[in-house]
C-alpha cells in the first residue's frame, strides 16, 4: 500500500486530494454556469443523423420512436430528455407521429412525467397541441425485461422510419436495436452502459458513445447548467490524461511520488 | 403544512443538508456526525422503500383510468391489475416462502425474464455476423482482434492452444480496460456535475419542478 | 450488364435467421447429448480459486447475491461452484440480495447443494444466514456497511440474528472476505462503501458483458479475484473437481462460439466476393 505524503490530523487518511478536486470541480461548474458566454461544444454528427431519420419517417409516412432511458433522473436521463425534446420538436414542425415508449424502471414513473410535458410543450411550440396525442406515450412497466417486449411490439406493430434510444438503456437496449434493425428502421441508439456499447454498435446505424449523448443534450438545449458541465468534464479529462502521463514519467524514473500525492 | 415542505425552497433545503451530512463525515470523522451521517443513510434506505407504495397506488389509479374511459388497451389494465393484486395478496397472506407467491415467481416471473435475457445471445450473433466486415483496414484490425478474443472464449481452443490465451488477455488488458476506464471516469465526473447542478438548483426537474416553478 | 452476384451474394446478404437457427441446434445439441470436449483452465479462474483457498473455517464471508433470477442462469455454475467450496471450509455465509427475486434463490440453491450440506452438516442459522434483499438502493449499503446491526437486526424470515455469529459484525471491515456474483446491481456501491471505505478483500462472479469494466477494478486492486461468466464456473467446478451445469454447457459454448466465427467468414467472404466488386463496377463503369 502506497503511503500518503502527509495527513492532516482529525482528517481522513487519503481523502485530501480527493477534497481538493472536488472543491475545484465545484468551483469550476459554478463559474461556468454563471458566464454569460456559452461554452463551445461541437455538433456531435448524430444530430444530422437524427434529422435524416425523422425526414426519412415522414416521407415514407411511418412514425418515430423515440424513447429517453430507463433510469431515474440521472446524468443519461438528462440528456436524454434534451435529445427527446429536439426529436418532438421536428417530429411536430414535420406532422410525423412520435411513439415515446416508457417506463423499464422502477425511477420512471418520475421521469415520464417529466418526458409527457416536455413532448406536449414541443408540440405546443410547434403550434400544433392538438397533434399531441398522450396515448403514444404508453407506460409499459416498471420492470426491465416486462418493458423490452413492450417496446420490441410496438416496433413490430407500428414498423417506424426511425428508432431513436437515448437515455440509460442497459441490457435491453440490444433487443431493441436488434428488433428495430429486423423491421428496417433507422437505429440511433446512445451507449451509457459500457458492458452492451461494443454490441450496439454492431446492431445501430449510428451510435453516440459515451459522452456524446450528455454533449449533444447540452448542444441541443442550450442550457448554460448542461454546457458548463461538458465543459468541466472536459477540463478534469485532461487533468487526468495530464496526471497519467505525468505519472508514467515519473515512475520509469524510479519515483512513486504521484502514487504517494494521489494517496494523500 | 403540505404546500410548505413542496415549496422549491425547503425542498432545496433539504437537500443540502443531506448532502453535507453525507459528504463531511466522509472527510472529516468525528463520532456524533457519523452517527447522523448512518441514520439519514438508514431513513433514505427506508424511506426509499416505501415509494414502491406509492408506485403500486399510481399504477392502480392509472390503470383505473384507462378502464373507466375504455382507452386503448384497456382489458390488458384489468388483466395487471388483477396480477397485482394476486402476488401481492397471496406474499403478505400466504407468506413469501413456500407457497403460491413463490410458485409464481419461480413458475412465471423468473422463466419470462430468462427468456428475454437468453434471447440476448441471438441478437447479439446475429448483431455481430453482420457487422464484422472489413470494409476498411480499421474494420479489418478490429474483426482480427475480435476474432483472437472469440477463439479465446470457445474453451477448446484454450485446451489445444493455450498460447491464445496470451493474446486475448493482451487485447482485454489493455485496449479493453482502458475503454473501461476512460468511462469510468468521464461517468464518474459527470455524476458529481450533476450533483453540482442540483445543489446549485439549476436541475430541479427532480423534485418535480418545471422551468420556472416554485 | 447486371451484376448477379451468385454464391458471393448469397454469403454476404444470408438472412439472420439462419444465425439463430444454427446457434439454437448448437446449443442443444450439446446439451440433449453431450460431447465432452476439453477445456482450457484460464489464469483469472485459477487466481479466483487461489483466493477462496486462503479462508479458514470460522471465516465470516458476506456473500452478496446481486442478480435476478435471469442472471443467475449465466453465473450458477460459478456460484454453485463457489459455494460448495465455502461449505467444505466450512465458512460462515451471510447472504444478501441485491434484487428482489433473490427470494427465490435460495431454495434453488440450497436444493442443488443439498448433497454438500448433508455432508458438511452445514445449517441454516448455525453456517449460514440470509438476511435477504437489503440493497434497495446506495444509501441502503452505505448505512449497513457502516453500523451492520442498526440496519439488519432479523433474517429473512423474521428470526432475530443476535446469539449468532454475526455477533462479531459491527461494520463491513469485521467480514473477512464479500464474496459477489453480480449482473451489475450493487456491487458499484459495495465497492465504493465497503472494499474503499474498509479494506475488505472481495472477489467476484460477474456476466460475461460486465467482465471488461471489471478487470478495471481487479487491475486497481480493488477486486481481489474474477470469475468470469459460466466458463469461469465452469473452469472452477473441474479445479474443484466437481462437474456441473457449467462443464455441461461448455460443449455448446465451444460450438456456438466456433459457429458465429464461421458466419463472420462466409460473411467477409461474400463481402470481398460481391459487395466490394458491385462498388468497384459501380465506380469505374467497367462491367
Not at chain 2, 425547503?10 to 452517527?35: A, C, E, N, R
Not at chain 2, 440476448?120 to 483496414?137: D, E, I, Q, T, V
Not at chain 3, 469461469?232 to 455448446?252: C, N, Q, T, V
Request: glycine share 10%; aromatic share 12%.
Amino acid at each position: 500500500m502506497t503511503n500518503a505524503l502527509f495527513t492532516l490530523p482529525g482528517f481522513a487518511e487519503g481523502r485530501l486530494i480527493g477534497l481538493l478536486l472536488l472543491i475545484l470541480l465545484f468551483a469550476l461548474t459554478i463559474n461556468f454556469m454563471g458566464q454569460a458566454k456559452l461554452p463551445y461544444i461541437r455538433r456531435v454528427p448524430a444530430l444530422d443523423a437524427i434529422e435524416d431519420a425523422v425526414g426519412r419517417s415522414t416521407e415514407m409516412g411511418k412514425p418515430v420512436v423515440c424513447s429517453f432511458g430507463i433510469g431515474g433522473f440521472d446524468y443519461w436521463t438528462v440528456a436524454g430528455l434534451s435529445i427527446l425534446g429536439y426529436v418532438a420538436k421536428i417530429c411536430a414542425e414535420t406532422d410525423t407521429r412520435l411513439i415515446v415508449p416508457t417506463g423499464g424502471g422502477s425511477e420512471t414513473y418520475i421521469t415520464r412525467e417529466a418526458a409527457v410535458d416536455l413532448v406536449r410543450n414541443a408540440y405546443t411550440a410547434a403550434g400544433r397541441p392538438e397533434t399531441f396525442n398522450e396515448e403514444d406515450m404508453p407506460f409499459l412497466s416498471g420492470e426491465q425485461y416486462a418493458y423490452t417486449p413492450g417496446y420490441v411490439g410496438i416496433l413490430v406493430r407500428e414498423r417506424p422510419g426511425a428508432t431513436i434510444m437515448t437515455g440509460s438503456h442497459y441490457s435491453e437496449a440490444m433487443n431493441i436495436a436488434e428488433m428495430a434493425n429486423g423491421v428496417d428502421s433507422i437505429t440511433i441508439t446512445a451507449g451509457c452502459y459500457t458492458s452492451n456499447m461494443a454490441a450496439l454498435a454492431c446492431a445501430s446505424d449510428y451510435i453516440m458513445l459515451g459522452e456524446e449523448q450528455p454533449a449533444a443534450g447540452a448542444y441541443l438545449s442550450r442550457d448554460p447548467a448542461q454546457m458548463a458541465s461538458i465543459r468541466v468534464q472536459d477540463i478534469y479529462k485532461f487533468i487526468a490524461i495530464g496526471t497519467i502521463l505525468l505519472g508514467l514519467v515519473v515512475v520509469n524514473f524510479g519515483s512513486d511520488i504521484i502514487n504517494r500525492l494521489l494517496s494523500t | 403544512m403540505s404546500s410548505f415542505f413542496r415549496s422549491r425552497s425547503v425542498q432545496m433545503t433539504i437537500l443540502v443538508v443531506s448532502f453535507l451530512l453525507v459528504f463531511v463525515p466522509y472527510f472529516i470523522p468525528w463520532g456524533p456526525l457519523d452517527w447522523l451521517s448512518g441514520k439519514l443513510m438508514t431513513i433514505a434506505a427506508v424511506t426509499n422503500a416505501f415509494t414502491i407504495v406509492i408506485a403500486v397506488y399510481s399504477q392502480f389509479r392509472r390503470s383505473g383510468r384507462f378502464i373507466n374511459q375504455r382507452r386503448k388497451g384497456w382489458v390488458y389494465h384489468i388483466y395487471l391489475l388483477a396480477l397485482l393484486a394476486i402476488m401481492t395478496l397471496s406474499g403478505f397472506i400466504l407468506g413469501q416462502h413456500g407457497g403460491a407467491y413463490e410458485w409464481l415467481l419461480l413458475a412465471v416471473v423468473t422463466p419470462l425474464s430468462s427468456v428475454i435475457y437468453g434471447m440476448l445471445a441471438f441478437y447479439m450473433s446475429s448483431a455481430g455476423a453482420r457487422a464484422f466486415r472489413a470494409r476498411s483496414p480499421q474494420a479489418a484490425l478490429l474483426l482480427l482482434a475480435g476474432f483472437v478474443v472469440l477463439l479465446y472464449q470457445a474453451p477448446l481452443t484454450g485446451a489445444y492452444f493455450p498460447g491464445i490465451e496470451g493474446a486475448a488477455v493482451y487485447l482485454t488488458d489493455t485496449f479493453g480496460m482502458s475503454v473501461s476506464r476512460m468511462f469510468s471516469i468521464s461517468v464518474s465526473i459527470g455524476a458529481i456535475v450533476l450533483g453540482v447542478r442540483m445543489l446549485t438548483g439549476k436541475e430541479v426537474a427532480f423534485l418535480g419542478f418545471g422551468e420556472g416553478e416554485e | 450488364m447486371a451484376d448477379e452476384g451468385g454464391i458471393y451474394k448469397k454469403m454476404a446478404t444470408y438472412d439472420k435467421r439462419w444465425v439463430y437457427v444454427v446457434l439454437f441446434i448448437t446449443t442443444l445439441g450439446p446439451l440433449i447429448s453431450p460431447i465432452g470436449m476439453p477445456i482450457g483452465i484460464s489464469a483469472m479462474t485459477k487466481n479466483y480459486y487461489a483466493e477462496l483457498d486462503t479462508l479458514q473455517e470460522g471465516d465470516i464471508v458476506f456473500d452478496t447475491w446481486n442478480m435476478e433470477f435471469s442472471g443467475y442462469m449465466e453465473l450458477k455454475p460459478g456460484v454453485l461452484a463457489t459455494h460448495k467450496m465455502f461449505i467444505e471450509k466450512g465458512v460462515k455465509l451471510c447472504i444478501a440480495f441485491g434484487h428482489y427475486e433473490g427470494v427465490a434463490l435460495p431454495g434453488e440453491i440450497f436444493k442443488q447443494l443439498q448433497t454438500w450440506l448433508d455432508r458438511y452438516d452445514y445449517t441454516e442459522g448455525e453456517d449460514y444466514i440470509i438476511i435477504g434483499y437489503v440493497f434497495p438502493n446506495e444509501a441502503a449499503v452505505a448505512a449497513l456497511a457502516q453500523d451492520f446491526h442498526a440496519n439488519v437486526r432479523v433474517d429473512w424470515k423474521g428470526e432475530s440474528i443476535e446469539g449468532t455469529f454475526l455477533d462479531e459484525i459491527q461494520n463491513a471491515g469485521d467480514f473477512d472476505m464479500i464474496s459477489d456474483y453480480t449482473t451489475g446491481l450493487a456491487t458499484t456501491w459495495m465497492i465504493n462503501h465497503m472494499v474503499l471505505q474498509y479494506g475488505v478483500p472481495m472477489v467476484e462472479n460477474s456476466i460475461g458483458v460486465s467482465v471488461p469494466n471489471h478487470l478495471a477494478n481487479l487491475d486497481a486492486g480493488l477486486l481481489q479475484a474474477l470469475l468470469a461468466s459460466t466458463r469461469g464456473g465452469a473452469e472452477l467446478e473441474f479445479l474443484i473437481s466437481s462437474p456441473g451445469p457449467g462443464l455441461k454447457a461448455m460443449d455448446a459454448f465451444t460450438l456456438g462460439h466456433y459457429s458465429l466465427i464461421i458466419f463472420i467468414i462466409i460473411g467477409n467472404i461474400g463481402h470481398y466476393g460481391w459487395a466490394r466488386r458491385s462498388g468497384a463496377r459501380d465506380r469505374t463503369g467497367i462491367k
